[in-house]
């Protein structure tokens, strides 16, 4: 199991912006060097001369995940919070008008939009609506900031997660959707998707299928496309560092490779 190296070194200090510009220029493929150059910039008082890549990416991840309340840090949480669960998930779900930052299916398909402390709520109120169009539960997680303006914006029907101190709290459970659009779920797929699991062209599908029946086949479409990589995710994450879990469920390359272990 990976450990949290920064909480391991209290002596190092950092303030939230020295974290937000390491954030911004960690990458999962940074080489040991640019790892290096990017803590040392922020970090004066520790060598890092004698840390291993690995060791580099660990202390980016542990300073991004317990000084910055980032988009990375939810995703992380999120994962973590279903583990135990049989589910298939995914990262940044195109749907007609937006893109989603967090999709669960468990017989339920389940929505999370994702709003930092340091992102805005603009566009919120329209991401929304087009959610509800499409699955049966959907949610908003934010930065503790964020809770009582969500709170104007959002129908009852959606739930809310807050992010405090590193951690999920469930502030009001969501409620069916009423509101899903067959012609909506429809158009987020691809033409060999619709024949292939609908069995016919999508100017049929309205005709031959009741919106039951559409909801139950275009969660088994998600499922199909999603599964692969978030098994892989579910499989490897224990060598994966939770800033890098989206990075790993998009190319499912052995974690080793990444990080210069041998």
């Known amino acids: 199991m990976i450990s949290n190296s920064f909480n391991q070194n209290s002596n190092y200090r950092m303030n939230a912006n020295a974290a937000m510009e390491i954030a911004r220029s960690y990458s999962v493929l940074s080489s040991k060097k640019m790892l290096n150059d990017i803590l040392s910039s922020v970090i004066k008082d520790i060598d890092l001369s004698n840390y291993s890549k690995f060791e580099l990416h660990k202390l980016c991840n542990s300073i991004i995940l317990s000084k910055y309340s980032?988009?990375?840090?939810?995703?992380?949480?999120?994962?973590?919070?279903?583990?135990?669960?049989?589910v298939i998930a995914a990262f940044e779900i195109r749907t007609n008008e937006s893109r989603l930052d967090f999709l669960r299916i468990n017989g339920y398909s389940i929505s999370y939009e994702i709003k930092s402390e340091v992102d805005n709520l603009a566009k919120l109120e329209k991401q929304v609506l087009n959610y509800s169009e499409l699955f049966e539960f959907n949610n908003v997680v934010v930065g503790k900031k964020h809770l009582a303006k969500v709170r104007d914006v959002l129908s009852s029907e959606y739930g809310i997660f807050i992010e405090e101190n590193g951690k999920l709290f469930e502030k009001r459970k969501a409620k069916k959707n009423r509101n899903i659009s067959s012609e909506r779920q429809l158009k987020i797929f691809t033409k060999k998707e619709i024949n292939k699991f609908y069995k016919t062209d999508i100017k049929n599908v309205l005709n031959l299928f009741s919106p039951k029946e559409i909801n139950s086949i275009f969660k088994e479409v998600l499922k199909s496309r999603y599964s692969t990589k978030w098994s892989f995710l579910c499989q490897n994450k224990q060598d994966i560092l939770p800033i890098d879990y989206q990075y790993f469920y998009n190319h499912n390359i052995t974690p080793n490779l990444i990080y210069g272990i041998r």
């Open 70 to 86: 980032s988009e990375q840090l939810i995703k992380s949480l999120l994962v973590d919070y279903f583990k135990d669960e049989r």
